[in-house]
């Protein structure tokens, strides 16, 4: 059964960097696209970083394009987003799945706190 977990969150100032951590189990990595979702309370979950498998392609939300990247080591079975430049609007729980989502496997997600 595939598993993602999440890990990176924490708290951080306006204007810093942190690095979250999608690991993937029971099934290869390199065979699925992942996106990264985030939500805060009340309102909806949203997808804001997708990569495809085999050519690695990515796409982002308007928001958070030139400040976050996403990026994938196959070999770890672990997607990354690397986010920078973080504003306080950036303050959610963030998730990673499949594309398209399933919804069995959401994992717990990582909180992001980013203080202004």
């Known amino acids: 059964e595939v598993q993602l977990v999440e890990s990176g969150g924490g708290l951080v100032q306006a204007g810093g960097s942190l690095r979250l951590s999608c690991g993937v189990s029971?099934?290869?990595?390199?065979?699925?696209?992942i996106a990264w979702f985030r939500q805060v309370p009340g309102k909806e979950r949203e997808g804001i970083a997708c990569i495809k498998s085999g050519d690695g392609s990515t796409n982002y939300e308007d928001s958070v394009k030139g400040r976050f990247t996403i990026s994938r080591d196959n070999a770890k079975n672990t997607v990354y987003l690397q986010m920078n430049s973080l504003k306080p609007e950036d303050t959610a729980i963030y998730y990673c799945?499949?594309?398209?989502?399933?919804?069995?496997?959401w994992g717990q997600g990582t909180q992001v706190t980013v203080s202004s």
């Open positions: 029971g099934a290869a990595l390199d065979d699925y696209a």
């Open positions: 799945n499949v594309v398209p989502y399933q919804n069995h496997y």
